[in-house]
Protein backbone atom coordinates (compact mmCIF):
# COMPACT_ATOMS: atom_id res chain seq x y z
CA UNK A 1 0.00 0.00 0.00
CA UNK A 2 2.73 2.13 0.97
CA UNK A 3 5.26 1.42 -2.35
CA UNK A 4 5.18 3.20 -5.64
CA UNK A 5 6.44 1.11 -8.30
CA UNK A 6 8.81 2.77 -11.06
CA UNK A 7 9.41 2.06 -14.32
CA UNK A 8 11.83 1.82 -16.19
CA UNK A 9 14.84 0.83 -14.15
CA UNK A 10 16.97 2.33 -17.05
CA UNK A 11 16.96 4.34 -20.23
CA UNK A 12 18.29 5.43 -23.07
CA UNK A 13 17.22 8.52 -25.38
CA UNK A 14 18.96 10.20 -28.75
CA UNK A 15 19.47 13.76 -28.06
CA UNK A 16 16.06 15.54 -28.80
CA UNK A 17 14.16 12.41 -28.25
CA UNK A 18 11.17 12.21 -25.43
CA UNK A 19 11.99 10.41 -22.09
CA UNK A 20 9.14 8.70 -20.69
CA UNK A 21 9.52 7.21 -16.77
CA UNK A 22 6.21 6.19 -15.53
CA UNK A 23 5.31 5.59 -11.89
CA UNK A 24 2.08 3.59 -10.09
CA UNK A 25 0.68 3.34 -6.76
CA UNK A 26 -2.00 1.86 -4.87
CA UNK A 27 -2.10 4.32 -1.33
CA UNK A 28 -5.37 7.10 -2.63
CA UNK A 29 -3.67 8.77 0.99
CA UNK A 30 -1.20 9.85 -1.06
CA UNK A 31 -1.83 13.42 -2.43
CA UNK A 32 1.60 14.92 -3.41
CA UNK A 33 3.71 13.86 -6.03
CA UNK A 34 7.38 15.58 -6.71
CA UNK A 35 9.99 14.42 -9.22
CA UNK A 36 13.16 14.17 -7.92
CA UNK A 37 16.69 14.85 -10.19
CA UNK A 38 19.69 12.99 -8.90
CA UNK A 39 23.38 13.43 -10.60
CA UNK A 40 26.13 11.36 -9.06
CA UNK A 41 27.49 12.62 -5.91
CA UNK A 42 24.80 15.03 -5.60
CA UNK A 43 21.82 15.59 -3.11
CA UNK A 44 18.11 14.83 -5.00
CA UNK A 45 16.96 17.78 -6.18
CA UNK A 46 13.05 18.82 -7.07
CA UNK A 47 11.92 18.66 -10.49
CA UNK A 48 8.42 18.89 -10.82
CA UNK A 49 5.72 18.28 -9.02
CA UNK A 50 2.02 17.89 -9.15
CA UNK A 51 -1.03 17.10 -6.90
CA UNK A 52 -4.19 14.66 -7.81
CA UNK A 53 -6.30 17.64 -8.37
CA UNK A 54 -4.64 18.03 -11.47
CA UNK A 55 -3.93 16.12 -14.51
CA UNK A 56 -1.20 18.33 -16.37
CA UNK A 57 1.51 20.07 -15.15
CA UNK A 58 4.65 21.53 -17.32
CA UNK A 59 7.24 23.19 -16.81
CA UNK A 60 9.78 23.68 -19.60
CA UNK A 61 11.07 20.72 -21.11
CA UNK A 62 9.25 18.73 -18.12
CA UNK A 63 5.85 17.46 -18.05
CA UNK A 64 4.04 15.59 -15.31
CA UNK A 65 0.78 13.47 -16.31
CA UNK A 66 -1.62 12.16 -13.43
CA UNK A 67 -3.77 9.66 -13.83
CA UNK A 68 -5.93 9.72 -10.66
CA UNK A 69 -8.29 6.74 -11.67
CA UNK A 70 -5.56 4.71 -12.83
CA UNK A 71 -2.84 5.99 -10.00
CA UNK A 72 -0.41 6.22 -11.80
CA UNK A 73 1.76 9.32 -12.80
CA UNK A 74 4.35 10.12 -15.28
CA UNK A 75 7.49 12.54 -16.22
CA UNK A 76 8.00 13.64 -19.69
CA UNK A 77 11.23 15.31 -20.61
CA UNK A 78 10.78 16.63 -24.11
CA UNK A 79 14.14 17.71 -26.70
CA UNK A 80 16.17 15.34 -24.03
CA UNK A 81 19.75 16.52 -23.97
CA UNK A 82 22.86 14.83 -22.47
CA UNK A 83 22.86 17.29 -19.55
CA UNK A 84 19.59 15.41 -18.37
CA UNK A 85 21.60 12.07 -18.08
CA UNK A 86 21.46 11.97 -14.33
CA UNK A 87 18.69 9.33 -11.82
CA UNK A 88 14.83 10.10 -11.71
CA UNK A 89 13.20 9.30 -8.37
CA UNK A 90 9.23 9.78 -8.70
CA UNK A 91 7.90 9.92 -4.98
CA UNK A 92 4.50 10.75 -3.46
CA UNK A 93 3.49 11.59 0.21
CA UNK A 94 0.59 12.14 2.49
CA UNK A 95 0.33 15.93 3.57
CA UNK A 96 -0.19 17.58 6.68
CA UNK A 97 3.10 19.24 7.69
CA UNK A 98 6.27 17.64 7.42
CA UNK A 99 5.84 14.82 4.46
CA UNK A 100 7.28 11.23 4.40
CA UNK A 101 8.20 10.88 1.03
CA UNK A 102 8.08 7.31 -0.38
CA UNK A 103 10.47 7.09 -3.41
CA UNK A 104 10.19 4.86 -6.18
CA UNK A 105 13.34 2.50 -7.14
CA UNK A 106 14.77 4.69 -9.78
CA UNK A 107 15.34 5.58 -13.78
CA UNK A 108 18.77 5.56 -14.71
CA UNK A 109 18.67 7.90 -17.79
CA UNK A 110 21.81 8.27 -20.42
CA UNK A 111 20.66 10.87 -23.08
CA UNK A 112 23.18 9.80 -25.92
CA UNK A 113 24.60 12.50 -28.48
CA UNK B 1 18.37 30.54 -0.85
CA UNK B 2 17.21 27.18 -1.26
CA UNK B 3 20.40 25.55 0.17
CA UNK B 4 20.93 22.44 2.98
CA UNK B 5 24.57 22.41 3.34
CA UNK B 6 25.94 19.32 4.94
CA UNK B 7 29.51 18.54 6.82
CA UNK B 8 31.88 16.81 6.33
CA UNK B 9 31.51 15.36 2.31
CA UNK B 10 33.49 12.34 2.90
CA UNK B 11 34.29 10.62 6.13
CA UNK B 12 35.75 7.08 6.68
CA UNK B 13 35.60 5.57 10.27
CA UNK B 14 36.44 2.30 11.92
CA UNK B 15 33.93 0.00 13.49
CA UNK B 16 34.75 1.57 17.19
CA UNK B 17 34.69 4.92 16.31
CA UNK B 18 32.77 7.83 17.37
CA UNK B 19 32.03 10.52 14.80
CA UNK B 20 28.97 13.30 13.50
CA UNK B 21 27.96 14.45 10.20
CA UNK B 22 26.15 17.80 10.89
CA UNK B 23 23.47 19.52 8.71
CA UNK B 24 22.74 23.14 8.14
CA UNK B 25 19.95 25.32 6.65
CA UNK B 26 18.94 28.77 6.55
CA UNK B 27 15.64 28.96 5.32
CA UNK B 28 13.76 29.13 8.17
CA UNK B 29 12.70 25.58 8.04
CA UNK B 30 11.13 23.75 10.68
CA UNK B 31 11.26 19.99 9.75
CA UNK B 32 14.64 18.55 8.76
CA UNK B 33 15.32 14.49 7.40
CA UNK B 34 18.30 12.34 7.58
CA UNK B 35 18.18 9.75 4.99
CA UNK B 36 20.38 6.58 4.04
CA UNK B 37 21.11 5.63 0.08
CA UNK B 38 22.94 2.92 -0.96
CA UNK B 39 24.52 2.98 -4.60
CA UNK B 40 21.88 2.90 -7.20
CA UNK B 41 18.73 2.83 -4.40
CA UNK B 42 16.06 5.75 -3.44
CA UNK B 43 16.63 7.38 -0.40
CA UNK B 44 15.71 5.00 2.60
CA UNK B 45 13.71 7.89 5.44
CA UNK B 46 15.71 7.72 8.86
CA UNK B 47 14.59 10.47 11.08
CA UNK B 48 12.17 13.39 11.08
CA UNK B 49 12.25 16.17 13.40
CA UNK B 50 9.17 18.45 13.41
CA UNK B 51 10.20 21.90 15.53
CA UNK B 52 12.81 20.77 16.86
CA UNK B 53 11.52 17.40 17.99
CA UNK B 54 11.68 13.73 16.90
CA UNK B 55 8.44 12.43 14.73
CA UNK B 56 9.75 9.87 13.09
CA UNK B 57 12.42 7.19 13.78
CA UNK B 58 12.08 4.51 11.05
CA UNK B 59 13.18 1.50 13.27
CA UNK B 60 16.82 2.78 13.08
CA UNK B 61 19.59 0.65 15.33
CA UNK B 62 21.10 2.84 17.95
CA UNK B 63 24.23 3.41 16.95
CA UNK B 64 22.60 5.78 14.95
CA UNK B 65 21.95 8.59 17.26
CA UNK B 66 19.89 12.31 15.96
CA UNK B 67 19.94 15.59 17.83
CA UNK B 68 18.55 18.40 16.83
CA UNK B 69 20.09 21.35 18.48
CA UNK B 70 17.60 24.26 17.38
CA UNK B 71 15.68 25.02 14.44
CA UNK B 72 18.54 25.21 11.92
CA UNK B 73 20.61 22.40 13.06
CA UNK B 74 20.44 18.89 12.62
CA UNK B 75 23.41 16.30 13.58
CA UNK B 76 23.68 12.06 13.21
CA UNK B 77 26.05 11.26 15.85
CA UNK B 78 27.83 7.48 15.09
CA UNK B 79 28.99 5.15 17.38
CA UNK B 80 30.33 1.53 16.64
CA UNK B 81 29.32 1.28 12.75
CA UNK B 82 29.37 -1.99 10.80
CA UNK B 83 30.91 -1.86 7.09
CA UNK B 84 27.21 -2.10 5.78
CA UNK B 85 26.49 1.25 7.36
CA UNK B 86 28.10 2.39 4.38
CA UNK B 87 26.15 4.50 2.44
CA UNK B 88 25.63 8.07 1.24
CA UNK B 89 23.90 9.79 4.23
CA UNK B 90 21.42 13.13 3.02
CA UNK B 91 19.81 15.50 4.95
CA UNK B 92 17.13 17.62 4.11
CA UNK B 93 14.61 20.47 5.30
CA UNK B 94 11.18 21.67 4.49
CA UNK B 95 8.45 24.20 5.49
CA UNK B 96 6.33 21.99 8.23
CA UNK B 97 3.87 24.60 7.09
CA UNK B 98 1.02 21.70 7.03
CA UNK B 99 -0.08 22.56 3.58
CA UNK B 100 0.59 19.12 2.48
CA UNK B 101 2.80 20.25 -0.36
CA UNK B 102 5.71 21.23 1.47
CA UNK B 103 8.80 20.56 -1.06
CA UNK B 104 11.81 19.02 0.52
CA UNK B 105 15.49 20.74 -0.13
CA UNK B 106 18.17 17.82 0.08
CA UNK B 107 21.94 18.64 0.92
CA UNK B 108 24.72 17.32 -1.14
CA UNK B 109 24.99 14.26 1.63
CA UNK B 110 28.08 12.64 3.42
CA UNK B 111 30.02 9.38 2.09
CA UNK B 112 30.28 7.42 4.89
CA UNK B 113 32.69 4.75 4.49
CA UNK B 114 33.16 2.20 7.69
CA UNK B 115 36.24 0.26 7.54
Known amino acids: QQQVKQSPQSLIVQKGGISIINCAYE??????FPWYQQFPGKGPALLIA?????SEKKEGRFTISFNKSAKQFSLHIMDSQPGDSATYFC????????????FGAGTRLAVHP | DTEVTQTPKHLVMGMTNKKSLKCEQH?????MYWYKQKAKKPPELMFV???????INESVPSRFSPECPNSSLLNLHLHALQPEDSALYLC??????????????FGPGTRLTVL
Open chain 2, 92 to 105: ASSRNSGGGTDTQY
Open chain 1, 50 to 54: IRPDV
Open chain 2, 27 to 31: MGHRA
Open chain 1, 91 to 102: AASIGGGYNKLI
Open chain 1, 27 to 32: NTAFDY
Open chain 2, 49 to 55: YSYEKLS
